[in-house]
């Protein structure tokens, strides 16, 4: 019933695009594109920005939450807080999420259980860039990009002597508060930053059983709790002829992880990260401008135990540079130029260990060239990398990966465009596949890595239609992506009796070990889907806007020999419809989203059930005087369904959180 009424209500829409044309959009500035001041409508490739009121009713304890039901985009959720993204299917260490532009540096593309450790209540803008976007970032960004823009690197002299934001809230889901400030200001030349956060969460309540083993684990999923404490400070001075800026930032997080076999699993992280830019505007003729990125990140987390021990010590240095040179001229050619470095130390030390340590340095290279002419644009580019692994107890090992795309953008009359995005990316294997030798609790499974394992070379290719007007706009992407020697995480049959080996912590041969064997192998994979999104303007008049939206989508992988079967943990279809209103002083929005029943799994993956999903969202803003003050009431998962990401390795121990209303204030001076 739910479909046919959400099928119906997108018939109802679609039949109405042609009624109304009017004024254009104001234009949304793209952050991780290598050209400034790009328009979303400039790129063939397929991205999403979801801006500061987007933002006020998604934002949530972690990245992954925060993106997550965007068109193609879903998140892992392993625990509260600890959720990657998810684009067209891929994850982990094929989507780069960025801060400013640059890597977050973390280990959570190492583990499922390590989160993301860059906080989404401090970001005036989040960017979503579906596909390879491995040309400016490499080849860690064959499946995406996600790039959180913050202010802690000022940009510009605009804005008064001091802009204070202040947001505070209570969910009831886990009796959880959140507060955040972030000041910023400008003193002749230059621009500074400052912002802070503390948030502080109980176990949240489920509805039913987090599992069907655990019998008391039910209404609150134990060991679900979150305390975070965040900061940053930054600075720029900045004249027409260049800019210098510093940033700072400490990102600290203790969390639980629910439903894991050794008891109640703690983690306890902690990241220093600092940020430097120097850039020169029109150093010469010819040249508009040149761009020196440095980031260095301390990262370290512990895993701890029930008793109190640390069972195992992740740490992970990482510095980042890059150099961009951005040339053009008046014929609507324009063109960039960068060189890319990256020096990793990596290690895993303690009795859960599964991966050695690892060095890891990245060199890389490349061109892109912009050419506009009338209602067309191309862009073609190329990069190539250099990458070397040295491990204490293994061979060394040297990848080099290639990476060619074009783009070409078609803008016909009455806002109707064109875009077709095509790439050739290669990923050299993660230092998992290559060195992993031991048990990896967070996913039941003993992990064995392959210093014989193979680069993935995807080719993939996206068309998209859609038309943006005032009173209406709509798109469709399709897209294809085949990826010859995929890598991933194989179960193994060592004994040829047809079903997947099992192991104790020793890695020793056991028929009822709780961890099953799994060796990184390639093969060949396909993945392909289709986006759809369309919003119209339902009534407008000098107090009350009323705006609908219905979308949907759909992602298919499987691996090329058909008796692999498919590709484990993708994300379902997915359909939904919502309402928003303005009116005067107050804003309200409803959404709904059906999930669909996962069936087609891949070997010894079970199904999940389909599930609608139910939010709302009330405020008011209050004007006194230089203030804005703005009450917001929020309910999230309002029909109180006990739903599970098939995404996430958790699934059958975890269920997403119930019923959630969450109150708040935020100020901003």
Known sequence: MIVRCVGLSSLFFLSALSCYASEELEPIVVEASVFEGREIDDFAQSITILNSKELEQKKSASIGETVDGELGVS???FAPGVSRPIIRGLGSNRVRVLENGIDSSDASSVSEDHAVSIEPYISRQIEILRGPAT???????IGGVINVVNKRLPQTLEGKSLDVDIHAEHATVSDGNTVAVDLNGVYESFAWHIDGLTRDTNDYE?????SESEADNRGVLKNSDIENDNYGLGG???TDAGMIGFAFSRFDSNYGIPGAEEGDIRIDLRQYRYDSQVELYQPVTGVDSISLRTTFNN??????????EIATAFDNEVLETRLEILTGNDNGWE???GLNYQDREFSAVGEEAFIQPVDEKKYGVFAITDYQTG???????????REKYKSENADDDEFSVFTASVGVVKEFSDHLKLNLYAARSERAPQETALYADGPHLATLTFEQGNEDIKKETSYSIELGLGQDKDNYSWQVNSYYNHIDDFIYLAS???NNDGIADRTDEDGVFAPDGELLLGSYTNEDAKFYGIEAEVTRRVFKNHMLEVNGRVFGDYTRARFRDSSVGNVPRITPARIGAGIDAVYGQWDARLDMTYVTKQTKTAQLEETTNGFTMLDANLSKTFYIKDADVKLFLKGENLLDKGARQHASFQKDRVTLPGRNIVVGVSMAY
Request: net charge negative; glycine share 16%; hydrophobic share 35%.
């Open 492 to 494: 193994v049959d060592g």
């Open 299 to 308: 990262y370290r987390h512990f895993e701890i135990e029930e008793s109190g």
């Open 236 to 238: 720029a001075y900045i």
């Open 206 to 210: 489920i509805n039913g059983f987090a």
């Open 375 to 385: 209602n067309w644009d191309f862009e073609l580019g190329g990069r190539f990398d």
């Open 75 to 77: 998140s892992t959720y």
């Open 335 to 337: 063109n960039a130029f």
């Open 135 to 141: 040309l400016r970032y490499g080849s860690g960004a």
